[in-house]
């Protein structure tokens, strides 16, 4: 401690000072956790130098527009390949998945929230989260040879009846496409939205749930004024960060996608592709252009998906007031 100044007539001029603390623990964690943040920064940058250095010579050789090129001829002499077709497989798979799990996700959510027990919502809590350690091969095997068969006829009923649509027009045949590959990654997200929600669902203040009952709102309309305008970033975190698995899935779509490329909009018929299924079936076989034409494509998926991130980011970030009251 700091003997305190005194005046001429012996009166206090300021108070007890402490002592200023030298390099201690919380300093040492302080120091640490910025090093932690900062390795991050350094990952990422070396992945894009990475990236960019292997992929350059793979480009230069590239006897086709790189960005708008449907086909994928990479080891042909000459080489002509584009991302294309892959990029439109990726997203389309992507919507697909997300139009189909967010709803259902936030369903479940909700239920096992605000509606459901405690033990049944504990119970299936659970299962949602084993559901979510499956491994996506699981998936793409299960999709591929049990899966595919619903998917077929569901594709034929769908021609039958909206084939005046351009999404479900052609005249087959219908199996490994893009609506099959899209609903076995909607069940692949399904558990990470599903239990991110729920979480978010369950810090929502009871104050103003009461509050919300006690004016003669309904449970439902409780749930639509109170718990999902609170829940609205956290509910936009976990949806982005299932288009990230989405984005990034390989061998689930490897193995019911029919690797076809080209862009269209029917999501029934044979075809389809995607950057990563397209990285998994194609990198065993590439040469040396082959090789770097792959990597040059998961630039193009990690560009993607870190503006997908972004994104996501900036949509919380106006929402400040959430991170504030769940701090």
């Known amino acids: 401690?700091?003997?305190p100044d005194l005046t001429p007539d012996g009166g206090q001029v300021s108070g007890w000072l402490p002592r200023r603390k030298g390099f201690g623990a919380e300093r040492a964690f302080g120091t640490l956790t910025l090093l932690a943040g900062l390795m991050v920064l350094v990952i990422i940058v070396a992945i894009t130098v990475f990236l960019i250095a292997k992929a350059i010579p793979a480009l230069q050789a590239d006897t086709a527009n790189f960005i708008t090129e449907t086909d994928w001829f990479p080891n042909q002499t000459p080489p002509e390949f584009g991302i294309a077709a892959l990029a439109w497989g990726t997203l389309v798979t992507?919507?697909?998945?997300?139009?189909?799990?967010?709803?259902?996700?936030?369903?479940?959510a909700l239920y096992l929230s605000h509606y459901a027990h405690r033990r049944i919502a504990?119970?299936?809590g659970f299962l949602i989260d084993l559901l979510a350690a499956v491994p996506s091969v699981v998936f793409g095997l299960w999709g591929f040879t049990v899966f595919i068969e619903p998917v077929?006829?569901?594709?034929v009923w769908l021609n039958k009846y909206f084939g005046w649509l351009p999404f479900f027009d052609g005249i087959g045949p219908f199996g490994r496409s893009f609506l099959l590959g899209g609903l076995v990654l909607a069940i692949m997200v399904l558990p990470i939205v599903t239990a991110l929600s729920r979480e978010?669902?369950?810090q929502t203040p009871t104050a103003n749930e009461e509050a919300a009952l006690s004016l003669g709102a309904t449970r439902w309309e409780m749930l639509r004024t109170a718990v999902l305008p609170y829940g609205r970033p956290g509910v936009i975190a976990a949806v982005m960060l299932g288009l990230g698995r989405a984005l990034g899935e390989t061998i689930a779509l490897a193995l019911t996608?029919?690797?076809?490329?080209e862009v269209?909009?029917?999501i029934i018929k044979n075809g389809g592709n995607s950057i990563a299924a397209n990285i998994a079936n194609g990198f065993g076989e590439a040469g040396e252009v082959g090789r770097g034409a792959l990597i040059a494509?998961?630039?193009?998926?990690?560009a993607i998906t870190l503006v997908v991130n972004i994104a996501a980011r900036a949509v919380i970030y106006r929402r400040r007031d959430f991170t504030e009251s769940a701090a």
């Open 257 to 261: 996608l029919g690797f076809i490329n």
């Open 94 to 108: 992507s919507v697909i998945a997300l139009v189909v799990a967010v709803p259902i996700a936030l369903g479940i």
């Open 264 to 266: 269209t909009l029917n």
């Open 297 to 302: 494509s998961g630039l193009v998926l990690f």
């Open 200 to 202: 978010v669902f369950i």
């Open 122 to 124: 504990t119970t299936f």
């Open 1 to 3: 401690m700091v003997k």
């Open 152 to 155: 077929r006829t569901f594709s």
